[in-house]
């Protein structure tokens, strides 16, 4: 049987070079393979930001009565979570696209928006990763700015790299890690100070948890009838706790919109994942309770990190960033033996640092004890 492929050529020979040279994202470790690795039981995970407290109960209640209908597509064009959404923020439902997380998102406008080889992605250091992989995947140039001496966006050194040929910037707000926050003076004068031939992306994933945090925080898509080029990025994956659902999605004109809908896989939002986050809406309650078991644990975290002499951020998310003064994979490493799972953060170039995730009462405390024991 011939063929146009020799048998000694190799997919490495075959891929386009900056996939090649694309390192995958790797998300924080399931408890299952820790406990399997190591030959532990009980193990905690604070490494992805999840919602210790879980779905709403409506969530689960309404994802539950869909399960029957998995043998249906869903509705691709999400009809129901979109009236439900344009309500909750004011705005047409045509303003509306979305993706099996942010993530998607994020991945629609680069592949709208830039052409490989011309256009810049921006944003600053230490900022949420997908946005310089996607960018690498697409074969276009990521450009990173330099950050304050808290590790937060600089808007002054990020303007500072606009070109002609920047056409998306995104900046996280809070950012993940780092936990850093544009307040509202310092949105609008990164909003000002971009030229108009560049989309200005606000990641806020963690809007619902910095709102109960900080009544001055900002909403940026308040700001979208002035800057047609402004997307906001919400999820149902932290404070809603759908993360295993992949519901994401992006506020923007109904133009951009358009574009980016023509990027959009068919189907992308499943069906039980379509409802639940409906019904996540509702429940107002759970999102409190959720916002402040996370305010309530950073508390204690940066308490206990003055007590052993080392530095946590701030942060309005459900997480802090800890510079424990060490190297970071060796703290990462001990505390994993004691079933404590949380993200090293050295594929940011903080080699010191911890991310952590805010747990229940119960795993802060176990965590704490554990970072106590390690760090003495």
């Not at 439900?84 to 709208?112: K, R, T, W, Y």
């Not at 810049?120 to 950050?147: D, M, N, P, W």
Request: net charge neutral; charged share 25%.
């Amino acid at each position: 049987m011939s063929s146009s492929v020799s048998q000694g050529t190799s997919p490495k020979d075959l891929v386009r070079e900056n996939i090649r040279n694309l390192r995958p994202y790797q998300p924080g470790k399931p408890i299952e393979e820790v406990e399997r690795e190591i030959g532990i039981t009980g193990a905690i995970k604070l490494a992805s930001n999840e919602n210790p407290l879980g779905p709403s109960p409506l969530a689960l209640e309404a994802a539950a009565k869909m399960v029957a209908q998995s043998h249906l597509y869903p509705d691709g064009a999400a009809y129901y979570l979109r009236r439900d959404l344009a309500e909750l923020h004011g705005i047409a439902p045509e303003q509306l696209v979305f993706g099996s997380g942010c993530n998607e998102v994020i991945q629609m406008l680069i592949g709208a928006f830039c052409v490989p080889g011309k256009h810049e992605v921006l944003s600053h250091k230490y900022a949420f990763i997908s946005y310089r992989l996607q960018t690498l995947a697409h074969g276009c140039k990521f450009v990173e700015a330099e950050v304050t001496k808290e590790l937060g966006c600089d808007v002054d050194a990020l303007l500072a790299k606009v070109t002609e040929n920047t056409r998306l910037i995104f900046v996280a707000n809070p950012n993940n890690p780092t936990g850093a926050h544009l307040d509202k003076s310092q949105l609008e004068k990164l909003l000002a100070g971009v030229p108009p031939h560049a989309i200005v992306v606000i990641d806020e994933a963690y809007h619902e948890y910095a709102r109960v945090a900080d009544a001055d925080y900002p909403k940026s898509h308040d700001y979208a009838s002035d800057r047609p080029l402004l997307v906001t990025l919400r999820t149902f994956s932290k404070i809603y706790g759908l993360a295993g659902m992949r519901v994401g999605y992006g506020i923007c004109s109904i133009e951009v919109a358009d574009f980016l809908n023509r990027l959009r896989r068919p189907f992308n939002v499943n069906l039980t994942g379509q409802e639940a986050a409906r019904a996540s809406i509702r429940d107002v309650t759970h999102v409190q309770r959720s916002a402040e078991l996370a305010r309530d644990g950073i508390a204690k975290y940066r308490d206990a990190a003055a007590e052993l002499g080392i530095v946590a951020y701030p942060s309005l998310g459900n997480f802090l960033l800890i510079d424990v003064k060490r190297p970071a994979d060796e703290v990462y490493e001990a505390l994993l033996r004691m079933g404590v799972i949380v993200r090293p953060m050295a594929v940011w170039g903080l080699t010191t640092h911890l991310r952590i995730s805010i747990g229940t009462d119960e795993q802060n405390e176990r965590c704490l004890n554990a970072l106590r024991t390690v760090l003495k």
